[in-house]
């Protein structure tokens, strides 16, 4: 939690607005190099606290969350579904070493919301991380929702690509071929299914294809004649356009970083 740790009080120090600020920060940083039982329940009455700038309600989860301490539970998940994508690594990092049963759970309610996907990667990233029983079936759903066109959140569905096949569960084999077709996902897709013992190849005048190890060839449906197997992978896409909130740049999921 050391690198963390420091990472969050340092962006939290520029926040900082008044010397009350400032002696609020320095009593956090107190109790957590402490770390004591009483200086745990102190933390944890911050958390409920009314008027707690929200700075200090995260230090004070961030705390709790890594000792395994589950009355930092409520205040974590607020934080990984925060518009400040800062806020969600910091509490996915905590949340990941909190041990509640309920992370994976709400994770994957957050992940797989259609409302919420700009702010998915962090929920994304968690469920490969906790390898929880709704893991696979999050990730498969929220990347199947995000293989569209012109779809700005390909950030969302890399994450899913690469958790997919750190997870090594082959119900995800269709999605992940699937998704060797959008240019921004292709090579992590195929990296993935590899991991899965799954080759997927390309044929000179076929669309992508997949031939599992010892098992019979999985083709997709042959492309008709339009837009399939050009240059562009296929999908006669235009120029890049900026993404959407949350996002960072880049276009639709037909691509990768």
Not at 193 to 204: C, F, I, T
Request: proline content about 7%; aromatic content about 4%; some cysteine.
């Amino acid at each position: 939690m050391e690198e963390e740790f420091h990472e969050l009080t340092d962006r939290v120090r520029a926040e900082l607005r008044s010397p009350q600020d400032l002696v609020a920060y320095e009593r956090l940083l107190g109790l957590a190099r402490k770390n004591t039982p009483a200086g745990r329940e102190e933390l944890a009455r911050m958390l409920v606290a009314v008027e707690r700038p929200l700075w200090a309600r995260e230090i004070a989860a961030f705390i709790l969350g890594c000792a395994g301490d589950k009355r930092a539970f409520e205040t974590l998940v607020l934080l990984l579904n925060y518009r400040d994508p800062v806020r969600c690594a910091t509490a996915a990092h905590a949340l990941g070493r909190l041990g509640d049963p309920r992370t994976a759970r709400a994770a994957a309610a957050l992940a797989t919301n259609p409302l919420r996907t700009a702010y998915a990667l962090h929920p994304v990233r968690l469920l490969a991380e906790l390898r929880a029983p709704q893991s696979v079936p999050a990730l498969i759903a929220t990347l199947e929702r995000l293989l569209t066109p012109h779809n700005p959140y390909w950030r969302v569905a890399l994450a899913c690509v690469e958790g997919l096949g750190a997870l090594g569960d082959r119900r995800a084999v269709p999605t992940l071929t699937a998704a060797v077709g959008h240019p921004r996902l292709a090579a992590a897709a195929a990296a993935s299914l590899a991991r899965l013992g799954v080759h997927e190849e390309v044929g000179a005048d076929a669309g992508p294809q997949v031939r599992a190890n010892g098992g019979p060839q999985v083709k997709e449906a042959a492309p008709d004649g339009a837009g399939e197997g050009r240059g562009d992978g296929g999908r006669g896409q235009g120029p890049e356009r900026g993404e959407g909130p949350g996002g960072g740049s880049g276009s639709g999921v037909s691509g990768r970083r």
